[in-house]
């Protein structure tokens, strides 16, 4: 199959102020000119935002009540585009997105023979992230709780009591339902696990020590220990995407109160972030850690909230008189072809004359190459350019190159090694690379139903008793209330 050339505008921010054009002697590659700064039309949808705005980026999954029954929904991270991606009488609730934004997993009570709500029988599933090709990965008689994403996407957390002794324990399996592996054995309850950004630690929640506390624990299970040890209640760990801090909810025993809360990756530096009368609960990140998804109950219904990581800022998201619930915040998934979405750099600098490239796949080997739009010819980066955060490329046409680094763009260095450099042109010129390019390939609740007994939201089921007879069902259980 013939490939089609794929061109994609893409603005490059260049520094020139603080780097001179290095001189270089060989003839087959002359001195090179930076071309000219040009006033270039910024694509529509592309986001510019104020200094210290932060950015409203990527897609957030949820479940609602708001066509009837509880089903799964996606937005943009602004609250536009509101789409409904499952339709089933049963219950579809507890959405997980994957780290690239491309699959959702979630709970669903469609397998239950007897639904009772809260007593359902969950099922995972996991479908694609426009509510396509949904497929099932458990198939159990004892229901599934909390599905959360390894950060390679390859795997899944969740809890479940397998062994049918009144404790649910913390699981993993494979993205595609094979390989379940226990990761917690107790006389307690063990939930609501979330995998830290760098995959060596999870953080979960456990009733072991008398009252529901955060631990952790080494991906395999091993070295279990509690970050949190006080007379109230931490619930539902979230891991910061730079792995430094961890949210969750806190809340007294039975108040009927629960509020957002972050500490130190250590379990130090605890700080309350929300403080409103009701409940304030499910804190979900952004993908650049800048700000952090919340439901609350403040204003008489569910409704996701966002606010700076700081606390500041709170303010709701897509209002709508339906609850909203369990919100899931990733990058939106990278488009297959059309144009290619940059975030805005939070670095600074003192001149930014920008230049117009385009990607296109100009040899047809999958690959994306470069070229600027101002007729110079095909841009490449070669190996042993990346090293301390830099990327090195060079122009074919004219023999620009563009070194950039932490510290800006260097307009006038050499890229690829000299003795390779009197063959670069003709491989240029044939649309391959030098020897050595590295590329940039493509992939690189129910209606109705108000909290129930002593049941706060829409995070916990009728297993929400006091926990000092855990047998006596005081587990949170599935992802709709959580206990008070």
Partial sequence: MIKKPLFVLVTIVAICMAC????????????????????????????????????????????????????????NADGSNVTRLTDDPAFDDSPALSPDGARIAFLTARHDPNPQFPHLEYEIYVMDADGSNPRRLTETETAEDHPAWSPDGTQILFDADYDGDGFYEIYTMNADGSDVTRLTSNQANDQFADWSSDGSQIAFS???????????????????????????WELFPAWSPDGAQIAYNGLIPRSRNTDVFVMEADGSGVRQLTDSPRFDENPAWSPDGRQILFQTERDGNFELYVMNADGNEQRPLAAHPADELWPSWRPAAAPESGLLRFEKSAQTFPSVPTWKIGLADLDGDGDLDAVFANGQAN?????????????????????????????????????????????????????????????HGRDGAAAGNAPRSHCCSHRCSHRCSSPADPRASSAPGPDHHHPV
Avoid at 382 to 407: I, K, P, Q, W, Y
Avoid at 421 to 428: D, M, V
């Fill in 379 to 439: 841009m490449v980066t070669c190996r042993g350019a990346r090293r301390r955060g830099a990327l090195e490329t060079l122009g074919a046409n004219d023999e620009t190159s563009l070194f950039v680094s932490d510290s800006g763009p260097v307009v006038g260095e050499r890229v690829c090694p000299r003795r390779r450099s009197t063959r670069l042109a003709g491989r240029l010129a044939a649309g391959r690379d030098c020897d050595g390019v590295q590329r």
């Fill in 20 to 75: 001179q054009p290095v001189e270089t002697t060989d003839p087959a590659m002359p001195s090179p000119q930076a071309p000219a700064p040009t006033e270039t039309a910024l694509p529509p949808d592309l986001i510019v935002l104020e200094k210290g705005e932060p950015a409203l980026d990527g897609l957030i999954v949820f479940y609602s009540d708001r066509d009837g029954n509880p089903e799964i929904y996606t937005m």
């Fill in 206 to 232: 456990s009733d072991r020590n008398g009252n529901w506390d955060i631990f952790v624990m080494e991906a395999d299970g091993s070295n279990q220990r509690a970050l949190t040890d006080s007379p109230d």
